[in-house]
């Protein structure tokens, strides 16, 4: 997988620690890079994927905001755009690798601060990538190729309590857990993965006008609320629409299986398998539901939260 070592240099690192930096959520900590938090492991991700990344035009990014689905996401766009190549159900690789093996990371899996470089020109295409980068600190030629890009985000609320959760899973032993205060007042002031939560969707969401073709920009919600449709859409967008013979056969449905959350959280990939990082798989699969902030959040935390949205959004055209 790997072709050539590449050490970051001595001025990366150096830079990368010459930047304001704040306790993060598990082990690392964070920076302010561009105005958005990174951690230390993503930041070495990302100067690397800056310098070496080449996006070509076929390539599909999936960008999505922590916590908003980006599991799901990776298996559907995995079943819909490579089904022709997986037509037996029994042997899906979904059933045996985690979708997040199936669809590298770019900062996170792809460039990553073990000092190789990766080899992507056996991937077969088009290639599917996800990154949790904001706008800002995307590859020049990711933002200039025709590349598509697929943006997925979710109310605040339950993003805030899913990464409380998942964070406190991932921290390392003997450090004990994260308070929900805490955790609260970071995300509240943006210091959080890929943070802030709301600079990062408009980012995405400005730069969406402007080149509105190539990018499709879903949340959550209406995901879990109208599933197919949205599949649907998506298949238009990535140019890979279901055929009449695929809709007699029930090609929708058939996905939308394969990929829920009972399917995917009860296989044992999931149950039990580890991603070459070191996460458990079954770290990405809590509860898969819409609302649970209703269970953890005081009335107070959900005005505060419920008024920076409020105000972050306004005058954007999203809306929550
Ligand atoms: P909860 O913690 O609210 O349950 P990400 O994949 O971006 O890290 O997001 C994780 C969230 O998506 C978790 O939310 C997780 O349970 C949920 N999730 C994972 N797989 C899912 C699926 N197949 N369908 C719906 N939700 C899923």
Redesign the pocket.
Known sequence: RYLQEKELSQEDKDFIFSLPTEKGWVADGLHKYHGFWLSTKQMHGVLACQKHFQAVDSDIVLV?T???????LK?LMFALVKRAHYLDPQRHPLLTENPHVLVPCLEFDVYTDKQVLPDLSSLSRPRLISTHLPYVCLPDSVKHSGCKVVYAWRDPK?VF??LW??SNKLRPVGSGTMSLDEAFDKFCRGVNTSGPFWDHVLGFWKESLKRPESAFFIKYEEM?EEPALHLRRLAEFLGCPFSPEEETHGVVDGILRL???DN??NLVVNKSGKLPAGIENSA??????VG?WMNNLTPEMVKKLDSITQEKLHGSGLKF
Do not use: I, M, N, P
Request: aromatic share 18%; glycine share 8%.
């Open positions: 999505t922590v916590k908003s689905g980006t599991t799901w298996a339950d309590v899913s959760h998942f879990k990929c829920s959350f995917l959280s990405f699969f809590r509860k898969g539901e649970d």
